[in-house]
């Protein structure tokens, strides 16, 4: 009995500290953004010892399963944060919107760049002295007026919404650097574990979140504020799933708030409300459930909006526009939907996007599970990012709170396939990552069916052998 109880935590104890052990050389040892396809075979280690601690995590017993969970999360956020970011610098544009929003200014009104913010410059955002005069490391570029800063576009305005805004403004006093908001991401990751380890249901499952190996690395050492829409998501569906519909509505709405993408939740929150229609009608208490829940999502929105409406007005848009060119959205010029544009024109390819989604949306509003809303969440949120194909992984993180609720892992190869692409870059990557993702998802839609085929097939059996085995002998 004992070895059944120590055995299995050895072993998961061994395989997490390795996977700690490789992560902190992916960060410390492993190249930096320029050298993409070394750092890739960092993270097929990192992916490999992953896998294999989850694995040994089922064979640990209950009670245990908790403080080796939030463990392991905590030691997995720590790694990030042993070297400044590595492999993204939005990091540093939230240091500056922090930055000036602590001097009473809209963070929509000027861009870094402008001469007017030009007394909230420091050499951690804006180097000085012969290094950063070069200009020449990954993350540094020049300003119009010569000027060399780790900010990325500053030649435009912020593109975060305004709930991401506020967390930048309440993180500013953790330090004027760019540890401050890593610090900020390590909470972040563990408070999304704590909170998955509250809504879900299989209390290992939470590990798929706080032992993924994108939580070091995006989450804290990228400090990508992904992560606070997550938790906000997680929540809010927790609260849906417990009829609290207009907290989680609320929830909700600052999720997307936040980061915009958590909107693919909703149809999930809203599962089930359409369930039979138009052979059934919606119920009374169901139309105020989704009503209660839409609604107060709507008014989180656009309360969030409202101060910095009043104070930059058209400004809240910000870069996002540009921003949409820029990432290959534009019809005039696609880039993104890589898997569509093998079959469709790329003028169509955007088209092709809303109609496989919206097919998905409408599937999960009328056949999705209203006790789980994360199944539905997770079927729009993976189906948007394999249609769209982004270049940016940390997008996946939603992905992976999801299936840490959910189960299905094999979305895990959405945000595998945005990391590759990331890294390494290109049409043919795109096609090829997020191919090979949606292969992996569809392989793993088909084994977990065969299962469920013979899993009810032995009920089945059973059922009968026991019905046999009651029924009355008849005498002859």
């Not at 609260?239 to 519909?245: L, T």
Request: with cysteine.
């Amino acid at each position: 009995m004992l070895t059944r109880t120590v055995l299995p935590c050895v072993l998961t104890l061994l395989a997490l500290l390795g996977l700690l052990a490789a992560l902190a050389g992916t960060l410390t040892g492993g190249p930096r953004l320029a050298h993409g396809l070394p750092l890739c075979d960092w993270y097929a280690l990192d992916t490999a010892l992953f896998a294999l601690a989850v694995l040994l995590l089922r064979r640990v017993p209950a009670r245990l399963t908790v403080p080796l969970v939030l463990a392991g999360s905590v030691a997995v956020a720590a790694v990030g944060l042993l070297t400044p970011p590595r492999t993204s610098d939005d990091a540093y544009r939230y240091v500056w919107d922090g930055r000036v929003q602590a001097a009473g200014i809209s963070p929509y009104r000027y861009s870094p760049e402008d001469p007017a913010l030009a007394r909230l410059r420091d050499p951690g955002l804006f180097p000085t002295g012969t290094a950063g005069t070069a200009c020449t490391e990954w993350d540094e570029r020049r300003t119009a007026d010569g000027a060399c800063t780790r900010i990325n576009r500053p030649a435009v305005h912020t593109i975060y919404p305004p709930v991401a805004e506020a967390w930048f403004l309440a993180v500013h006093p953790l330090g004027r650097g760019v540890r401050g908001v890593q610090a900020a991401g390590a909470l972040l990751a563990v408070a999304t574990t704590g909170a998955l380890l509250l809504v879900g249901r299989r209390r290992w499952r939470a590990a798929l979140w706080g032992w993924f190996p994108g939580i070091a690395v995006w989450s804290v050492n990228d400090a990508h504020v992904d992560t606070l829409g997550a938790l906000l998501m997680v929540a809010g569906l927790g609260c849906a799933v417990r009829r609290r519909a207009a907290v989680g509505g609320a929830l909700l709405g600052a999720a997307v708030s936040t980061k915009l993408l958590p909107a693919l939740a909703l149809p999930g929150a809203l599962s089930g409300v359409l369930a039979g229609f138009p052979r059934r009608h919606p119920s009374g208490s169901e139309l105020r459930r989704a009503a209660a829940l839409l609604g107060s999502a709507v008014a989180a929105f656009a309360l969030a909006y409202l101060p910095y409406v009043a104070l930059s007005g058209a400004g809240v848009v910000g870069y996002l526009p540009g921003y949409l060119r820029e990432e290959g959205y534009d019809q005039a010029h696609v880039e993104r939907f890589g898997l569509l544009r093998m079959v469709l024109p790329d003028r169509l390819a955007p088209w092709g996007a809303a109609l496989v989604l919206g097919a998905v949306v409408l599937r999960v509003l009328r056949g999705g599970d209203p006790d789980r809303p994360w199944g539905g969440a997770l079927l729009v949120t993976g189906t948007a990012l394999l249609v769209v194909a982004p270049s940016y992984p940390w997008y996946g993180l939603l992905v992976v709170a999801l299936v840490a609720l959910d189960g299905r892992w094999e979305w895990l190869a959405v945000p595998a396939a945005g990391q590759v692409l990331y890294l390494l870059g290109g049409d043919e990557v795109q096609q090829d990552a997020y191919g090979a993702a949606l292969g992996f998802v569809l392989a793993g839609a088909l084994v977990r069916w065969c299962f469920a085929g013979l899993a009810a097939s032995r009920r089945n059996q059973r059922d009968e052998q026991q019905e046999r085995e009651d029924r009355p002998a008849v005498l002859t």
